[in-house]
Structure formats: C-alpha cells, structure tokens
C-alpha cells in the first residue's frame, strides 16, 4: 500500500474535513494524492476556495497540495487508504453519539474495494472500532476485513489554536488489524508525522490510549474545581495558591476553569458508558465530571452572591461575559460551558450580554439561543472574564471600569487579572 501511494497509483481519502482532518489530509497532500471528504457541500467549496472552515488554518495551507476536495462517493471511490476523522460527540443524556462515525462508516462500505485500508482517527471508547464501525463496513461492502480489507486506528492528537503542537511534531499512535496492517499504516503516517509513530499492540490498546488523554486531564481539572471551591470557603486565592505550589518541581500544574469542548468535557463519557456496560461504575472519572459539569452553576451562584453584598438587585442587574469560545484564540464553540453561565443568570433574572472576537454570533444563536452584542454598554453590575482570548490580556482596572456600573463586580474564570482591580469588587476562581 505505502508503496503505491508513493507512486501515485494509489491515493488517500480523508473522510470529515473538521479541525482534525483538514490539517491531516493536507499534509498528506503536501507529499502524496489525497481526496478529503466530507458530507456538507458548502464547506466543500470553501476549501475549494482555500478558505478554512474551521477557522484555523490560512489559505497558504493550502498551496502546493495535491488534494481533490468532494462531497461525492463516486470520487471517494477513487481512493484506497481512507483515514475517517469525523467528531464523536454526546447527546443530550450525556451518551456517546455514534452517529456521524457510522455514517462514515456506511459511507466506506459503499465505496471499499479489495486490498483497500480503513483507518479511524475519531475519538470512541475501546473496542468501538471493531465492534461497532467494522460490522457495517462489512456488511456494506460484502469485503471481510484482514482477508480482503484491512483496518486500523491512530488517535488524533491535533490541538485546536496550537500552532506549536502540529501534526508533523507529535507522535502518532497507530495500531492495525495484524503485523502487516501495523506495518504499513505506520509507514504511510511516517510520511508526514516527523515526530515519529508508536506502534500500539491492538486497536483497543490505541483507542484507550487516546480516551485516557482526555480523562487524566479532566479529572485533574476537577480536582482544581474542588480545591477552588474549598479555597474561596478559606478567603484565599486558588492561583496563588497553585503559583506557590508550582516550586515544586514534580507538581501538576493544572488550574481552575469551566471545562467545555469536543474533547476534555466529552471523551470521558464515552469510558464510563463502556465501563457501565461492562458492569463497572467509574467512580473517580465520574466524579471528576460531576465537579466539572457543575462549575457553571458554581460562577453564577458566587458572582450573584457578590452582586447582593454590593447592594445590588440580581433581578435588576446586567451582567458582560467576555469570551463564548470553549477555549482561547479558537472559533470553535462546540460544548462551550460559558452557556451554562449565561443560562444560569437568565434563570436568576439577570439581563446578560456577551462579547467574544472569535466567536460566530449565529452559531451561537443556533446552538444556544444567544448571540452576541456588537458593542459593549458602560452601565454592568459585572463583568465575567471567561475565555483569555489574546484581545483580552491587556485588560486592566481602568479599561474595565469604562464598562461598569457604581459597585461593580469583576469574575475572573482564568485569574489573568489578579492584582489589577483594585477599586472595584474582585472575584477569582
């Protein structure tokens, strides 16, 4: 396989051209023949246009790239060596939604030939990819896998924003149906990944090696949540208390913070609901997503309690939240704990605005119910900085006050502010 694609006999399918698989099917088509893939025909265009979707890349990515953008079977059709990297997201009980990967995977049983390669890149529990994707891409297909069609899954570990963490720089897990597959798969990614690769035993070795990622970063995000909580009961500051314990030189240096997105705030679900299948509650990982899941209550509640000792009527007061992003300097506001936030004022009764530089103010209508004022007023009880956007870091006391109301409250979610606010009423997690 890796020989014919290096001869271009052969080329590369890239199916879902999100955050993860664009950068991916790029870089590929920087070396050898790719087709990217994906199911929403105006995106495709786009990127026919050079223009990024997602948001992260410049249309210079794009030169130099010998890549077919489709939203076609009968082009995919064209490909051998398909990489699916589509989200894997939770619905609305909090259980993983397979939905978008076996779409795809129906989308490779209509299109696989004999001799062809299927790698999975999404996110899923251990033991998904075998037992849930490869039974309808054989069924479709009428191909078995290891004898007519190999398979594989090499966990992406593409951080959105990061321009210094890239795919060519980290170390790419890959794993195959048997030592030929391994094999080769791991030399078609040595093509582009210059960090090296990481030849897993199994695919369920690989798919929990990527799960476990997520989680250990989770759950130790929890425990900052805890210890935030227990601090503010204590009067003191969490981020000096971190800074203080950050001497040392094997501390974690994990901090406080609403924890949203496609990934941290998702993929440990995916593990407990295969552990509940399997008779084991996951009491720590559990847990730690209770106290995640729970702290945008926690910043409404404080900061209403500080508005009441500031004489203030939260029924009557007007909040800002800066920031709608899950995360800094990204476009991306999938699973974005701020609407927690602003839910939870709303249900107090409080009129809320918010502000973000990168945020898309339909998508947020669309996925939350809100948008985004154009500009900010100069009369609100507080002001929540919630995301650190780079727009935000020269924040300071007399900027901010130019936004308030007399007695105002300032929430700092990231402790960016600290030792800046002085007049006004000061909060941190």
Same mark, same amino acid.
């Given at each position: 396989?890796?020989?014919?694609?290096?001869?271009? *006999?052969?080329?590369?399918? /890239?199916?879902?051209?999100?955050?993860?698989?664009?950068?991916?099917?790029?870089?590929? !088509?920087?070396?050898?023949?790719?087709?990217?893939? =994906?199911?929403?025909?105006?995106?495709?265009?786009?990127?026919?246009?050079?223009?990024?979707?997602?948001?992260?890349?410049? &249309?210079?990515?794009?030169?130099?790239?010998?890549?077919?953008?489709?939203?076609?079977?009968?082009?995919?059709?064209?490909?051998?060596?398909?990489?699916?990297?589509? &989200?894997?997201?939770?619905?609305?009980?909090?259980? &993983?939604?397979?939905?978008?990967?076996?779409?795809?995977?129906?989308?490779?049983?209509?299109? +696989?030939?004999?001799?062809?390669?299927?790698?999975?890149?999404?996110?899923?529990? &251990?033991?998904?990819?075998?037992?849930?994707?490869?039974?309808?891409?054989?069924? +479709?297909?009428?191909?078995?896998?290891?004898? =007519?069609?190999?398979?594989?899954?090499?966990?992406?570990?593409?951080?959105?924003?990061?321009?210094?963490?890239?795919?060519?720089?980290?170390?790419?897990?890959?794993?195959?149906?048997?030592?030929?597959?391994?094999?080769?798969?791991?030399?078609?990614?040595?093509?582009?990944?210059?960090?090296?690769?990481?030849?897993?035993? #199994?695919?369920?070795?690989?798919?929990? !090696?990527?799960?476990? *990622?997520?989680?250990?970063?989770?759950?130790?995000?929890? +425990?900052?949540?805890?210890?935030?909580?227990?601090?503010?009961?204590?009067?003191?500051?969490?981020? *000096?208390?971190?800074?203080?314990?950050?001497?040392?030189?094997?501390?974690?240096?994990?901090?406080?913070?609403?924890?949203?997105?496609?990934?941290?705030?998702?993929?440990?679900?995916?593990?407990?609901?295969? !552990?509940?299948?399997?008779?084991?509650?996951?009491?720590?990982?559990? #847990?730690?997503?209770?106290?995640?899941?729970?702290?945008?209550?926690?910043?409404?509640?404080?900061?209403?309690?500080?508005?009441?000792?500031?004489?203030?009527?939260?029924?009557?007061?007007?909040?800002?939240?800066?920031?709608?992003?899950?995360?800094?300097?990204? %476009?991306?506001?999938?699973?974005?704990?701020?609407?927690?936030?602003?839910?939870?004022?709303?249900?107090?009764?409080?009129? /809320?605005?918010?502000?973000?530089?990168?945020?898309?103010? %339909?998508?947020?209508?669309? %996925?939350?119910?809100?948008? +985004? /004022?154009? %500009?900010?007023?100069?009369?609100?009880?507080?002001?929540?900085?919630?995301?650190?956007?780079?727009?935000?870091?020269?924040?300071?006391?007399?900027?901010?006050?130019?936004?308030?109301?007399?007695?105002? /409250?300032?929430?700092?979610?990231?402790?960016?502010?600290?030792?800046?606010?002085?007049?006004?009423?000061?909060?941190?997690?």
């Amino acid at each position: 396989m890796l020989k014919e694609i290096l001869s271009g *006999e052969k080329k590369i399918g /890239v199916i879902g051209l999100g955050y993860v698989g664009l950068p991916i099917a790029l870089e590929f !088509a920087r070396k050898v023949g790719v087709i990217g893939f =994906d199911i929403n025909a105006k995106r495709v265009e786009m990127m026919r246009n050079r223009i990024d979707p997602s948001g992260e890349l410049e &249309p210079e990515a794009f030169d130099g790239c010998n890549i077919t953008f489709t939203d076609s079977e009968d082009v995919l059709k064209q490909a051998s060596f398909f990489i699916v990297a589509v &989200p894997t997201p939770i619905d609305e009980h909090r259980l &993983p939604d397979l939905k978008p990967v076996l779409s795809a995977s129906s989308t490779i049983g209509r299109v +696989l030939k004999k001799g062809d390669y299927v790698v999975f890149e999404s996110t899923v529990y &251990p033991g998904c990819t075998e037992e849930d994707c490869l039974p309808v891409i054989e069924e +479709l297909s009428g191909l078995k896998c290891t004898t =007519d069609f190999k398979l594989g899954y090499s966990p992406e570990r593409i951080n959105p924003g990061d321009k210094e963490h890239t795919l060519p720089k980290i170390v790419k897990v890959v794993s195959g149906c048997d030592a030929e597959s391994l094999e080769e798969i791991a030399g078609v990614y040595e093509l582009v990944v210059m960090a090296g690769v990481h030849k897993a035993s #199994s695919i369920k070795v690989a798919e929990a !090696a990527k799960i476990i *990622e997520n989680t250990q970063r989770d759950v130790n995000i929890a +425990l900052m949540n805890e210890l935030s909580i227990i601090f503010n009961k204590m009067g003191i500051n969490t981020f *000096e208390v971190l800074e203080a314990a950050g001497t040392k030189w094997n501390f974690l240096k994990f901090k406080p913070g609403l924890v949203g997105g496609h990934c941290i705030g998702v993929d440990p679900y995916y593990l407990t609901y295969k !552990a509940q299948e399997l008779g084991y509650h996951a009491q720590i990982i559990n #847990s730690g997503r209770s106290v995640n899941d729970s702290m945008g209550f926690y910043v409404t509640k404080q900061t209403v309690k500080k508005l009441i000792a500031a004489g203030k009527d939260p029924g009557k007061s007007k909040v800002l939240v800066m920031g709608a992003t899950f995360k800094e300097d990204v %476009e991306d506001i999938r699973n974005s704990k701020i609407a927690d936030v602003v839910n939870e004022f709303i249900s107090f009764g409080v009129k /809320v605005h918010v502000v973000d530089p990168h945020a898309d103010s %339909e998508e947020l209508m669309h %996925e939350y119910g809100f948008g +985004l /004022v154009q %500009e900010p007023d100069n009369d609100y009880d507080a002001i929540i900085l919630a995301v650190n956007h780079k727009e935000y870091t020269s924040l300071d006391e007399a900027v901010i006050s130019k936004l308030c109301a007399d007695n105002a /409250v300032v929430v700092d979610l990231k402790g960016v502010l600290r030792g800046k606010i002085h007049q006004l009423t000061y909060w941190s997690l």
